[in-house]
């Protein structure tokens, strides 16, 4: 069904083509309509047919084999801001329910946090790369990106990991209780299992915003290697090759599609007692 | 020694005009062996004393010992085991590590674990369904391995808070009579709480009445109905007799409210 | 009592963690690339407040423009889907995908379709995001109604137009301020890095990184604090929004998906 959604975009696209204004047009006096000509929309085998084609004229590497190196390098950011995002999450989740004034304390900054663009820190942390030194390590730029990332992600997580932990039925923790259990025991053998399906939307949440984390990271510093930075000079090259930066596009696109399956793996290991309930 | 004594507990609730007189001096003694259930209408006050005895709860007033210690001693030492309304078992764990749980926590080894709970499902009749997981099980096999998980580190006392209650008519009758089996093969005291005449009247030993407001106790009937092992137990003149008296005594509080569900 | 508590415990950790950022900057001299500190921050948003307002406007503008469009599109579209059942099996599936992928660096391709100075492309694209948003879970108040409400609705041989009338459309109604309360804080994120990849500079996020590459970070931070005042804003209306339209008590459905 996917593929057939996909082919039908494909086909929308070209049609809009075939009867699209080549130079723009104006809807209700707004000059909405996109250019239809083949510089700002190239056709669809244009696209597919540029991953094969040399990156630069001359060069031996195919734009396919930069635009995949680039998703790697990318990837490996994201996959370090989202353990540190979820790690951190996690933790501040536990003590959030370990202790009621520090639940109090936080979770309505906790919920804010969500609703305000806290990527607009993004390039001021970018900017202590290279230049925060503690004893003799110096910050790496991407780690940057990788922070970045990180603090996107641990937002969804605390949220998610504290109502999961929080969910454990009233019986059960009277059952625990008639164990004579302590905190750590109840922690242990009840929250934290029963914590999983409340917690796995907030991973998957978590993954896609270190993905975003990331990659406005690295398009806000130019950051070299990854695919954020390739999207944005492929952009500057349209005129000359338009059908270039769709080919970045598809690697970032390829980058959320491996985060996504990731989270769907972390669900399957986490929760192997399950039986398939339809998650969408 | 009894295994249970309730001795002249009140149980208050909140305070102001928020007050609520849960229990108002209640005297209950278990004998070691013996059925005794408890029985009347809601806010009578019989969950409370439950969870009293179980230490989930401190009384205002009066004391709770059991098997002579301090409540609160007995469920460090896990003298008691505990079924609930629903079965309450752990999705994410198969039937045997559910009843291993309370083993678990007291520190025992794998092995001798494993074993315990193995014969626990031989003892509720369940052995086949070891590595299920209980989404598998039907309600009324939950409840079983529930109370293989109550009984698993043999405690000789039994708190059970209704639960049959959200089982159909069949499966209730087969699993009172598969509890008094059990209890009787090992021995266990038990207290046990129940909206249902016909119920008290099968399982119980003594048939303890109690009414709200201020929630007390206001009758104790005793049940004699021989071994209770045939099918005939439940059509016995001497069943409908009890049954009739339990009603009364239920009707006989003041009268002004609906005495539980009759019928079942 | 208890609300008060409920109140006092939040500002107060919020009052320690300004009052902790203040100290660290303070005591440890940190340099205003590294950090800056609340009260510069606080000074600087007063004094530049009408530029931060400008750009405000600009962002907000298109993050408004994104929402209305995006939301009355979506519910346009899940009113046709939720109908047809090809549709929405055709629908739904890329909807899940687009979740995971970032999509806004499409705006690079947006770029390219308009002219240079023209918002048109960051408006499109917090349409398009807002749209799968409102789509997604308004489709879902739409589709998954009471097993119970629809039998009884057949023994009236009600018609398809009056189930949606009676049953669908209030049922999805919950679900739709779900959505909102999403998508209007996801539209002023969206709106706000669309500006990193080039074309028109009015805005927050283009302001941001000028402040920064004149070394001005005090300046960056203020603006951050317009962006952070924005997406509040937009939270906060459509919460509002949610309450005046459901007198009877909102948020009975479990929470949609972004």
Known sequence: MFTVSLLLVAVAWESYKLAGPADGGSLLGWRVLPRANDRAMPHVWDMVARLADPERRGSDTTVAQVVLSGTWYSLRLVLVGFALGTLVGFGLAVLMARFRLVERGLLPYLVVSQTVPLIALAPLVVAWGGRVSIGGWVWPRWLSASVIGAFLAFFPVAVAALRGLSSASRASLELMESYAATWWQTFRRLRLPSSVPALVPGLRLAASASVVGVVVAEISTGLRGGVGRLIIEYGRQTTSDPAKVYTAVFGAAVLGLMMAGLVGVLDLVLSPHRRAEVAS | ?264 | MRRVTRVFVPVLFGAAFFGAWEALVRGLDLKPYFLVAPSTIAEQFGSSWSLVWRSMKVSGGNALAGLLIGTGLGIAVSLVTSRFRLLHELVTPLAVALNAIPIFVLVSVFNNMFAITSEVPRRLMVTLVVYFVVLVNVTRGLVQVDRLHMELMRSYAASDWQVLRRVRIPNAVPYLFTALKIAAPVAVITAFVSEYFGGSQNGLGSAIARSIAASRNDQAWAYVAGACLLGLTFYLISTLLETVATPGGAGKRPAGRS
């Open chain 2, 1 to 264: 020694m009894n295994a249970v004594d309730v001795g002249s507990v009140s149980m208050i609730f909140g305070d102001g005009a928020s007050r609520v007189e849960a229990l108002v001096d209640v005297n209950l003694g278990v004998a070691q062996g013996s059925f005794v259930s408890l029985i009347g209408p809601s806010g009578c006050g019989k969950s409370t004393v439950l969870r009293l005895i179980a230490n989930l709860l401190e009384p205002t007033r009066g004391e709770i010992r059991v098997q002579g210690k301090p409540a609160r001693q007995s469920r460090l030492d896990q003298d008691y085991g505990m079924a609930f309304q629903h079965a309450g078992l752990f999705d994410w764990r198969t039937v045997t590590k559910n009843i291993e749980l309370p083993l678990e926590l007291k520190g025992w080894d794998r092995a001798t674990r494993r074993e315990r709970a193995l014969e626990m499902l031989e003892l509720v009749r369940l052995p086949e369904f070891a590595g299920h997981y209980p989404w598998q099980l039907s309600g009324g096999m939950q409840q079983r391995v529930a109370i293989a998980r109550a009984l698993a580190a043999r405690p000789t006392l039994l708190l059970m808070d209704e639960p049959f209650g959200a089982l159909d008519e069949m499966t209730r009758e087969h699993m009172q009579a598969e509890l008094l089996r059990i209890c009787r093969e090992t021995g266990t005291s038990v207290v046990f709480v129940t909206h249902s005449i016909p119920e008290a009247v099968y399982l119980s030993d003594h048939v303890v009445v109690m009414s709200p407001r201020p929630g007390r106790i206001t009758a104790t009937i005793e049940v004699d109905l021989g071994d209770r092992q045939g099918d005939d137990t439940r059509e016995a003149d001497e069943f409908y007799k009890k049954i009739t008296e339990v009603r009364e005594a239920l009707r006989s509080d003041r009268g002004e409210h609906p005495t539980g569900v009759e019928d079942r």
